[in-house]
Nanobody, 114 residues
Framework: QVQLVESGGGLVRPGGSAELSCQAS????????MAWYRQTPGKQRERVVL???????NYEDSVKDRFNASGDIVRGTLNLKMNNLKLEDTAVYYC????????WGQGTQVTVSS
């Protein structure tokens, strides 16, 4: 089993910044990739960024050059710095880890509003 605990989120003004953090615990050694996803009501959950154990980082086009991910798969840590936030960034953000199974955090709300 892998447990993911997220922190961060909240209300942010347009153009503002926020930071999310995720810490994995349990059988961390099974994790191959970690990622941030986001979801709004009625929409498919979409991947924001993926970090592979090999060190590759892949961003969704809509957040590239605005969001910066960092982490250490071996330690089970994943962070996301979000800059120049837009209204359309409003979503529940979920930490994800893949290994024997897919593991999910509980999600944290990010609301971008004036």
């Amino acid at each position: 089993q892998v447990q993911l605990v997220e922190s961060g989120g909240g209300l942010v003004r347009p153009g503002g910044s926020a930071e999310l953090s995720c810490q994995a615990s349990g059988m961390i050694f099974v994790i191959g990739n970690m990622a941030w996803y986001r979801q709004t009501p009625g929409k498919q959950r979409e991947r924001v960024v993926l970090i592979s154990k090999g060190g590759n980082i892949n961003y969704e086009d809509s957040v590239k050059d605005r969001f910066n991910a960092s982490g250490d798969i071996v330690r089970g840590t994943l962070n996301l710095k979000m800059n120049n936030l837009k209204l359309e960034d409003t979503a529940v953000y979920y930490c994800n880890a893949s290994g024997h199974y897919g593991y999910w955090g509980q999600g944290t709300q990010v609301t971008v509003s004036s």
